[in-house]
């Protein structure tokens, strides 16, 4: 059971104290005439890191803000696990690396209305490292989501990171969030997939904006091939879950796969060969091509659970 006038803002985290506090503090304020805020912030750390923080926090704060502990690593765990106290009918996601610009709850909630929508995903722009390396400029746009420039329907899910969900315009699956899911990462596609197939309108609200904050560890060429060979992935892999039916999707995907790892492969290697920064952009299209042709098992980084980057304070 849900309360209608009740918004559930859900921030997961892991191990990032430095980017919870921010996360948690650029919702802090959200309000919306009508309608009641809760803040849940679902610890994934077995060692329950960020457990004082949100206690002193929460002390401090005229917001309603909950702690749930949330002990198996894994992101498909971890959202689950704040959506199991969550008690509101629109349930709005913040990953512990973002930040919401206010305000950020009207535009999703007046999007969802006004389109009908059980989805409503906005933008996130990414900040990269103080330090300014040449390659930053081409990495930049690989961490921002961007894909729509106005209010509207949409046909395809972005990230569970700045999106709201409407449970009164939807049926979530049990678990909502697919568990195969919680070292690779995908749950939220597969959750997105499920609600299309149930006739969910999605929308896309242009004025939610967040920040999405690059720390230096993530700021590198092997993680960002690690990223964009699990973007190549998804398709595929939406593919091989329909069965026997997928066949010709897998077969389809896994053809554009080679055909872009040959001429984004070649593209490259020319830029690589110049040292022009400007080669990241290809290297990052290469890495979905190639994750096109090895989407099973075996391949599926992982970028999650015991496997995600993490903080120190500063």
Not at 1 to 10: F, P, Q, V
Not at 82 to 94: D, E, N
Not at 231 to 251: E, M, Y
């Amino acid at each position: 059971m849900y309360k209608d006038t009740l918004i559930s803002i859900i921030i997961p985290t892991y191990k990032r104290p430095d980017g919870i506090a921010l996360a948690l503090s650029s919702v802090e304020s959200e309000r919306l005439a009508g309608f009641e805020v809760e803040i849940i912030i679902a610890d994934n750390d077995p060692a329950a890191s960020a457990k004082d923080f949100i206690e002193t926090y929460s002390k401090a704060s005229t917001a309603n803000i909950h702690y749930v502990h949330v002990p198996q690593p894994g992101v498909s765990n971890a959202r689950n696990g704040a959506l199991a106290i969550a008690k509101g009918r629109y349930i709005a996601f913040l990953d512990d690396d973002m930040e919401a610009i206010s305000p950020w709850i009207e535009p999703l909630i007046k999007a969802s209305q006004t389109y009908e929508a059980a989805l409503v995903f906005g933008p996130a722009t990414a900040v990269m490292p103080a330090d300014n390396k040449p390659e930053y400029k081409y990495m930049q746009p690989e961490f921002s989501r961007l894909p729509h420039d106005k209010d509207g329907l949409i046909h395809r899910g972005v990230a569970t990171g700045n999106c709201l969900i409407d449970r009164a315009r939807c049926t979530l699956p049990t678990p909502p969030f697919d568990l195969r899911y919680n070292q690779t990462g995908g749950e939220d596609d597969a959750l997105f997939h499920t609600l299309q197939a149930q006739g969910a309108r999605l929308a896309w609200a242009q004025n939610a904006k967040t920040w999405e904050h690059v720390p230096a560890s993530r700021a590198t060429l092997s993680y960002i091939w690690k990223r964009n060979f699990a973007f190549g992935q998804s398709p595929s892999q939406d593919a091989a879950d329909k069965g026997l039916t997928g066949v010709f999707g897998i077969t389809k995907w896994m053809l554009i796969g080679a055909a872009q790892s040959l001429i984004y492969g070649l593209i490259w290697l020319g830029f690589r060969a110049t040292a022009q920064a400007k080669h990241i952009q290809y290297f990052c299209k290469l890495a979905q091509g190639v994750g096109k042709i090895f989407w099973f098992g075996p391949f599926a980084p992982k970028l999650y659970g015991e496997n995600a980057t993490t903080e120190p304070h500063t």
